[in-house]
């Protein structure tokens, strides 16, 4: 953080910043629909293609975890901050075979979030009710998360102080995703997107080749990290730039448990079911891994930042640090600009899926079964406001010295959803009180583990001789599923009725392309 405040980078934050925040009022004009009904507000209509989608799901993807999480646990921990990026790899073939079936099934049954899936499935309310609360205060970490990206960069530019000042970047955030979520719904996020990706890119392509030219290389940067972790005395992690044996179980649950979390997340279906046909989000399966090659060079900042010496408080400051001690104060405060941004645009997101859950799982099948479209959409509104506000609380109550561990609850909380979502996208085997027990034992085991290790995402696992660093969304999970299949086998057993499935088989599958005249060649030709 700088002792006073950099005039030159703050003008220049404020300029861009300024631009996005009149992008996200005009997205109100922007592909015309009835922002009073849910489907438009929430949704955008489900009429994004396959450009939009790409950039919407960048902006949704690819956020402020992305340029100060990752970095900083780099910074602090080492090799296993680069679990995020095999994470990212196979989060795309699980989204290639997995989103279109749901996007199938979603667009003939009008469902807009995975807990109105979960009701049509398996015809149980309490299920869906669990699958909507537990995207909700999943959600609230993740949103958290964005929020420290913000206050971090503002920070850096001297912006800041105690009392009111320290919280200023907290209150901007609120009031800027308040105003143009609650006016523009997901046209907002989508249009800001394409301004938030090329700012990205730009600043990733100058970092990655200005800051090694004047540390003197990578050769350097990587040896000088490894010096400093060695360096280090415990209790303090030591780190390496090399994952050692101890660290594989960590590293590789990590990145399995997020990559099958990704695609759970209210925001990550939300961005999924705008789209206009499956076949659009195959298309972006197959393109969105460009992502993660610019993912891999942010993650190197957090080698950077130790090669240049910085020392910081908290490890999620190192990337400002590093581009104040290397940059003039005009791209500073573009660069500051493009991490906030990209902290706005996901936010701007989440909370409109928390809205929806709450409006379509919630008030609407448990308080107010007879709302009117007008009401519905209302009441996402408003709620889009108070999730924010939940979202703050969890900066307030919780340590962010490691921010990812923010978004690393969320994974722990919504791969709890996994057997009712996915696995009930290719069968009904499971009965749904079967899901409803094995989703809460694993709910309350995960939390408990998390609390138990001082707000770690990872914990001990130890079966007869093996042991084992595990990330304990992995272990809930199992734990669920054997829970829920135990109980599928005593249930049915038993002859405890199954509730109706609204759908059909044809459902999930695409829908056959459409066959139009064309009188010029007399024939026909699909559209």
């Known amino acids: 953080m700088k002792s006073r405040p950099d005039v030159v980078a703050i003008a220049v934050f404020i300029v861009f910043f300024a631009l996005v925040t009149v992008l996200g009022f005009i997205a109100a004009r922007w592909r015309r ?17 396959t450009v939009v989608t790409w950039f919407l799901m960048g ?22 901050g680069f679990f995020a990026l095999p994470y990212t790899i196979v989060a795309y073939p699980f989204f290639y075979l997995t989103m279109p079936r749901l996007w199938n099934v979603s667009k003939r049954h009008a469902f807009v979030t995975t807990a109105d899936f979960v009701q049509g499935r398996y015809g149980n309310r309490l299920l869906a009710l669990a699958i909507a609360v537990t995207g909700i205060i999943a959600t609230l970490p993740y949103i958290a998360l964005q929020l420290v990206g913000i206050q971090v960069v503002i920070s850096a530019m001297g912006i800041g102080g105690s009392g009111i000042g320290a919280d200023a970047p907290l209150i901007i955030a609120f009031v800027i995703l308040a105003a143009y979520t609650y006016t523009s719904g997901l046209r907002a996020p989508a249009l800001i997107a394409f301004v938030k ?11 990655v080749i200005a800051i090694p030219w004047k540390l003197g290389g990578f050769a350097h940067i990587f040896a000088a990290a490894q010096n400093a972790f060695a360096a280090r005395v415990p209790p303090a992690a030591p780190g390496s730039v090399i994952l050692g044996p101890a660290g594989y179980w960590a590293f590789s649950t990590l990145a399995l448990g997020s990559a099958f979390a990704l695609f759970l997340y209210p925001h990550s279906v939300t961005g999924t079911l705008a789209s206009a046909r499956g076949d659009v989000l195959r298309r972006n399966a197959v393109f969105l891994p460009a992502y993660s090659l610019v993912l891999g060079l942010i993650a190197l900042l ?5 090669a240049a010496g910085v020392k910081v408080k908290s490890p999620n400051s190192a990337v400002p640090a590093l581009f104040n001690a290397m940059f003039p104060s005009w791209f500073i405060g573009f660069a500051f600009a493009a991490i906030a941004i990209a902290a706005l645009v996901p936010a701007a997101i989440m909370s409109i899926a928390a809205a929806n859950l709450w409006t379509r799982n919630i008030y609407k099948a448990f308080l107010r079964p007879d709302a009117s479209d007008a009401q519905e959409a209302r009441i996402a509104k408003i709620t889009s406001l108070v999730v924010k506000v939940g979202a703050l609380a969890f900066i307030i109550f919780l340590p962010t010295q490691y921010a990812i561990n ?11 959803t996994f057997p009712a979502i996915i696995l009930g996208l290719y069968t009904r085997w499971f009965h749904h009180h079967a899901l409803l027990w094995g989703w809460l034992v694993a709910m309350i085991l995960g939390s408990s583990l998390f609390l138990l290790q001082g707000l770690k995402p990872t914990a ?4 007869g001789s093996f042991s084992a660093v595990v990330y304990i969304a992995v272990e809930a999970v199992i734990v669920n599923i054997a829970v829920a299949a135990l109980l599928t086998v005593v249930l049915d057993r038993a002859g405890i009725r199954r509730g109706p499935d609204a759908t059909v088989a044809e459902d999930y599958d695409d829908p056959p392309p459409v066959i139009v005249p064309t009188t010029t060649l007399g024939t026909t030709q699909p559209l």
């Open 33 to 49: 629909g009835d922002l009073n009904v849910i489907h438009e507000w929430g949704l955008a209509g489900r009429r994004f293609g």
């Open 59 to 80: 902006g949704d993807l690819y956020t402020a975890y992305t340029m100060i999480a990752v970095p900083a646990l780099v910074y602090g921990s080492g090799a296993v």
């Open 197 to 207: 990706d090329l700012m990205i890119y730009i600043t990733v392509i100058v970092a």
């Open 302 to 306: 957090g080698y950077m930042a130790i």
């Open 406 to 416: 923010l978004q690393l609850l969320g994974g722990i909380w919504i791969l709890q």
């Open 460 to 463: 001990p696992l130890v079966i």
